[in-house]
């Protein structure tokens, strides 16, 4: 027995029988999240370098929020302080938020009721995941509307083909990276890298590090490149980046743009995270080097009035040099990454040196996994050498391995937890001084030996070996360097003096 078939007047009195009040669900936000996120960068600026890399204005869900994120990264971009007062005649005329509660007085209230920086990146990842799901909605809401009222023009393939677009770039709108690049505009790239390397003196396609031999065979620094300085102990790897670090800030260059932007023609900006020695020693050492004048002596004050008066010239000069030195120990990679994003934003950036990478420390809690800290280490340089645009040299050691082998010039498979390492590097460069070594085997005076000895010390004093363990896009080698000990100074060894290259 069928059922009777109700009426439109039956369906709309159940209908009423059934409706009940309903709550407004409101989309997804937290406004205690945005508050505390803001309190916080008013507080201390920094707190914007832990979200700035993800959170933007239009992730915010009150409007009042979004303009004051707004225009306290404005300021903080601007090198300027954003403060509950510097932030006060951007916001007077504005209607108040309460009767009894202005614009101004708001931002003091957010200022007074602040969250630690400590959780500032925890809020602020809050408010950007309720923002992404905000989003999701309403792409969700278009897609039912559309699928229920599809017009004629737009079949289902179509309306599959845009959600998943808009979907998609949804999920990498918070990731690093533009996607895919078309061949042409790749190919672009390459020849007007090609140009600049034909134009550029001593045709390099990179930064040079002002060693010749060194630049030749690597054709520069190359932007987005990792490059890891390996040595043992007393090889020199400090004193080589040190060298470089310095010799690149020396010879910055910048021109004007007609459109007003800066362009580097010569050189560039250097951050040196400096995790082992302070930055007065990293300074002495490269005051002795451009002085000539033994860094011991400088130390001890074993000066003569000559050689004062020309430290004091050669410091002059190197103070105009854009150098710049964070010498914090134990620092996390987040941290170095977050500094360094901070230090390109305001002062520009081309190169960045880590001495060294063992003394960095991981994010995660597990720090006994020693291999897998020093992977997240090493794969978080290598992102934020991509991210910056900039190529970064981070020092590393060797293990002991090196000094059981009769020939102690060292191999890939010497880097302490070398399998990271090895894999994220673009170029891996060892240092290597046999002077070291022989000096050490110094026999008996008048013997048969010391002749031998002091022969072989004859050939090898003064002289260093880079050896190109490993270089993505060029040939792997052995380069010659002179070096001086005493000043720590690396430099181009006379054509004279250089032994017959070293097959690899």
């Not at 005329?93 to 509660?101: A, D, G, K, M």
């Not at 202005?102 to 957010?110: D, K, M």
């Not at 951050?271 to 033994?294: C, D, K, N, P, V």
């Not at 090898?460 to 070996?465: L, N, P």
Request: charge should be negative; glycine fraction near 6%; hydrophobic fraction near 40%.
């Amino acid at each position: 027995m069928t059922e009777p078939a109700t009426t439109l007047s039956d369906q709309l009195k159940a209908q009423a029988a059934a409706s009940v009040p309903l709550s407004f669900r409101q989309p997804p936000h937290n406004i205690e999240a945005e508050q505390a996120l803001l309190g916080a960068i008013l507080v201390n600026n920094e707190a914007l370098d832990r979200v700035s890399s993800f959170l933007k204005t239009e992730h915010f869900y009150e409007p009042i929020h979004a303009q004051v994120f707004e225009v306290a990264a404005k300021l903080i971009h601007a090198g300027k302080q954003a403060t509950p007062i510097t932030l006060r005649t951007f916001f007077e005329n504005l209607p108040p938020i309460e009767p009894s509660l202005t614009v101004p007085q708001y931002l003091g209230r957010l200022a007074v009721n602040a969250t630690t920086i400590i959780n500032a990146r925890d809020y602020g990842q809050t408010v950007y995941d309720l923002a992404i799901r905000r989003q999701l909605i309403t792409i969700g809401e278009e897609m039912v509307n559309t699928a229920y009222d599809s017009p004629v023009d737009f079949p289902p393939e179509n309306q599959i083909e845009d959600s998943e677009n808009r979907l998609y770039q949804l999920a990498e709108s918070g990731k690093y990276g533009q996607g895919f690049l078309s061949f042409s505009t790749a190919l672009k790239q390459a020849i007007d890298l090609a140009n600049a390397a034909y134009e550029r003196e001593g045709h390099l396609s990179g930064i040079s590090t002002g060693l010749t031999d060194l630049d030749n065979r690597m054709g520069g620094l190359q932007a987005s490149d990792l490059i890891i300085i390996a040595g043992r102990p007393s090889m020199g790897k400090t004193a080589l980046a040190t060298n470089i670090a310095y010799n690149i800030a020396r010879a910055y260059q910048e021109e004007k743009q007609a459109d007003g932007t800066i362009k580097v023609t010569g050189g560039g900006k250097v951050g040196f995270f400096s995790l082992e020695m302070s930055a007065e020693q990293l300074a002495t050492r490269i005051l002795s080097e451009q002085a000539a004048i033994a860094s011991e002596k400088i130390r001890r004050g074993m000066i003569t009035e000559d050689d004062f008066r020309r430290l004091v010239k050669v410091s002059q000069e190197m103070s105009k040099s854009p150098l710049f030195i964070d010498q914090t120990g134990g620092m996390t990679i987040a941290q170095l990454c977050a500094r360094a994003r901070k230090l390109k934003r305001q002062h520009g950036l081309n190169l960045i040196v880590v001495d060294y990478l063992q003394l960095l420390s991981g994010t995660g809690r597990d720090t006994d996994n020693r291999v897998q800290e020093i992977t997240e280490i090493t794969t978080g340089l290598k992102a934020l050498a991509k991210e910056l645009a900039v190529p970064i040299i981070a020092l590393s050691q060797l293990s002991r391995q090196v000094e059981q082998r009769e020939d102690k010039r060292p191999l890939l498979s010497d880097l302490r937890e070398s399998g990271s390492i090895e894999q994220d590097a673009d170029v891996v460069m060892f240092v290597f001084r046999e002077e070291y070594y022989v000096e050490r085997t110094k026999p008996g005076e008048g013997t048969a030996e010391f002749f031998d000895w002091q022969s072989r010390m004859m050939a090898v004093s003064g002289k260093a070996e880079v050896i190109i363990g490993k270089q993505r896009h060029g040939p792997v080698g052995t380069v010659q360097l002179a070096f001086e000990a005493q000043l720590t100074r690396f430099s181009n060894l006379a054509r004279e003096f250089h032994s017959p290259a070293r097959l690899e």
